[in-house]
């Protein structure tokens, strides 16, 4: 009796240890973040429930973000990140926390990761057409995150052509579309907010941003000469100087013109 | 037929009071007041949706719970009957066997009515207190009782095709066991199969070829897809409302195959070897 209380203790005792083992290491370990099973197979396991399983997903992967040490690189848990916001987006797409999450966190990893974002962002826009938000981020996203401002200037214009949109997406477009090289497109964006806006302050702004816009687009076109006549673009301006164009606009302030042959953009400073 | 149904009624209150006994109403209830509770610590890392989420959190509580009062007690009431010979004593009296079956799914219809009853009224309860402790202007704009009426009128009917189903193979197969298992496999294809669809439909850029189109469709009558009857999306969001006919066909089909399987079942039970 003594002998198998002795065993029973031990056996008590060196759960207890190794318990404290396994919890000592699972503490040291940095916490990782699974790559969650595919849309279909969850669709088809979770039937009823499926709402339910994504906004599990969706839990465990918020709590890992807000479990990630200072200096663990974001590369690290990028491609699991974006696969989870992938497949709880497409699993219920009209649940609305994932698509703000994933705008926080995953963009700005990598140009490959803004891409996914912007995919996600797709199924967000698809399930919510009237919602502003998810538009303004998928814009923000092609400029900020992938270099592509073209790319967001027709997303901003999408965006600005709907009902109620607000003047900031027809200007942003303007603004994306004179930073791709596009500054004609940018100009005809312009005059119609011009035209659209009642506020005189902000009409001033606009009317002081279109002569800039044309300033930079007479540019444009002397480019455009020079290259009729010489068969490629000048290497500087200044050999627009005086047979294209008489004398160079002095454009600084608000905006910077920047050649780099053969683009001609205008960019905020 | 007034007599006829006085002894479905009789068999249907034995397979009631059966299940009180056997705790399938009152455990199954505090399992769900368990979840439920466990669930209110689940809405704070829910952001902004959270009357969506709370909504498909309860709905989802009450799902389980009827489905494993399905498979766990409903699978188990005819063999059962047979293993103690209860069944026996009640084919003894003047009651068909078709008549005994359709006891079996009225009294379990009825407990898992009332269990759906008394969950939803819980979850109606718990929906308004967590709308009330929220900013409900930004995190939980709508709630709508005639939706989440609608809502578990279509969980209802999901677990009467599961229930006459399970009857069905409770019929034609002997031990539970197998029931269960045979039961499982039937809801796995039927959630499968409109993702087979889909991925058929995605996958193939010209139009499926049109027997596998038809196959599937026709295999789709048998293993019916349950998301037609899933109407809980509505009750706290502003999800587009389906017409008319989205609604309403969805529980007249469902009618239909309870009634359809149902006769199955009373069929082969009349063919069963009782041995």
Known sequence: MRLRSGVFSL????????FLAQEQQSQNQAPSLQIALPVK?????????????????????????????????????????GNNFEVMTSLYPRFIDPYYFCQAFLPHISPDDARKTNAILETGIKAFPRDFIFRFFYGTNYFLSMNEPLMGAKAFAEAAKMPNAPPLFGHLEA??????????????????????????????????????????????????AF????????GTLDELVPDFIKVLPDIKDSFTLRYDPPNLRLERP | MFKCLRRIRSVSRLVIVDGLRRHALIGLILFALAGETGGLLFFDFIPRDIGRASNDFLFSITWLVGFIFLLFHAVQVMAWDNERRVLHTFLARPISRAEYVLGVFFGLATVLLALNAILGGIGWIVLNFIRRSVDASS???HLSLPFFLLASAGLYCMELMLLAVILFFSGAVRGNFPVLLLSLSYYFICSG?????????????????????????????????????DFKMLVASSDPVPGVGQIVIPFVLGAMYVLIVLWLACAIYQRRDLQ
């Open chain 1, 11 to 18: 056996l008590i005792t060196l759960y207890g240890l190794i």
């Open chain 1, 227 to 234: 290259e009729d006549k010489h068969g490629s673009f000048p």
């Open chain 1, 175 to 224: 603004l994306l579309s004179a930073k791709g090289g596009d500054i004609a497109a940018g100009l005809v964006s312009l005059k119609t907010m011009l035209a659209a806006e009642s506020d005189e302050v902000v009409r001033a702004r606009y009317q002081h941003e279109i002569e800039i816009f044309e300033q930079a687009l007479q540019v444009r076109e002397a480019l455009t």
């Open chain 2, 139 to 141: 995190y939980f704009q």
């Open chain 2, 193 to 229: 199969l409109p993702v087979v669809r889909q991925a058929l439909r995605q996958l193939t850029a010209q139009a499926p070829p049109p027997y596998l189109e038809t196959m599937l469709k026709g295999v789709t009558a048998i293993f019916p897809d349950f998301s037609r009857l």
């Open chain 1, 41 to 81: 197979f969850q669709h088809i396991t979770t039937g009823y429930l499926y709402q339910l399983a994504a906004e599990m997903l969706f839990i465990k992967t918020s709590v890992f973000l807000g479990g990630v040490k200072p200096g663990v690189p974001s590369a690290t848990y990028a491609k699991a990140l």
